[in-house]
């Protein structure tokens, strides 16, 4: 069955410093991954998405996440990290298919300090 | 473009009463349509979805039901509220049968409900 980790529950950066959250995935075939982000009380925007290609994927608002097949992971990637950056974001992994279901990992929080 | 729309966006209900969360989707056809709730902490968890009219799939045995009178219409409904039905609900729709996951979902802005 398709699973997504997201190991850290909470991530505190300072603003301007460089940003990684952690995925891990659990798929049999090459999946379609995805990362999203939710403001307090919002619905998901989505960041990025990887499906084929190249595995270096480029989103909004400056994130990038790197997909490696082997260590099956997707992570997020930002260089320098903004105050507004402070949200959740979910990381999420889906099958091709009739029904399209995506399985959503338990998200991780960021907070930015000043 | 499209668009969704959700809605009420937030709900007080007491224990016992019932429920009718709507979602409908505009500027496309035969969408497939998904209810999440997300409570405090455990991240989104898929309720519903839905690839056609009348299709309705249920993910976990609860308190809800699902409809879909129309093609872009999703209804979340529940006969008696419980406590533990307070969360965040979301709808969200993807391309349909003749494609593409790599679209990805778009969602609505949510549904606070609260039973009291």
């Known amino acids: 069955a398709q699973s997504v980790t997201q190991p850290d529950i909470h991530i505190t950066v300072s603003e301007g410093a460089s940003l990684e959250l952690r995925c891990n995935y659990s798929?049999?075939?090459?999946?379609?991954l995805f990362w999203y982000v939710q403001s307090p009380g919002q619905g998901l925007q989505l960041l990025l998405k990887y499906f084929s290609g190249d595995t270096l994927v480029q989103g909004i608002k400056g994130f990038e996440a790197e997909f490696k097949r082997s260590q099956s992971s997707f992570n997020l990637r930002k260089p320098s990290v903004h105050w507004s950056d402070a949200a959740e974001y979910f990381c999420a992994v889906g099958a091709s298919g009739n029904t399209g279901k995506l399985i959503f990992g338990q998200g991780t929080t960021l907070q930015v300090k000043p | 473009s499209q668009t969704i729309h959700q809605w009420p966006a937030t709900l007080v209900q007491p224990v016992g009463s019932p429920l009718s969360l709507e979602c409908t989707v505009e500027?496309?056809?035969?969408?497939?349509l998904y209810w999440y709730r997300q409570a405090a902490g455990r991240g989104l968890q898929l309720l519903f979805y839905?690839?056609?009219?009348?299709?309705i799939s249920s993910e976990v045995p609860q308190n809800l039901s699902a409809s879909r009178p129309q093609d872009r219409q999703f209804i979340l409904s529940s006969k008696k509220l419980l406590l533990s039905d307070s969360g965040f609900y979301l709808c969200a729709w993807s391309v349909g049968t003749s494609g593409e996951l790599n679209y990805g979902y778009t969602f609505g802005s949510g549904t606070r409900l609260t039973v009291v």
């Open positions: 839905s690839v056609g009219i009348g299709q």
């Open positions: 798929y049999g075939a090459t999946p379609y």
């Open positions: 500027g496309t056809s035969n969408p497939n």
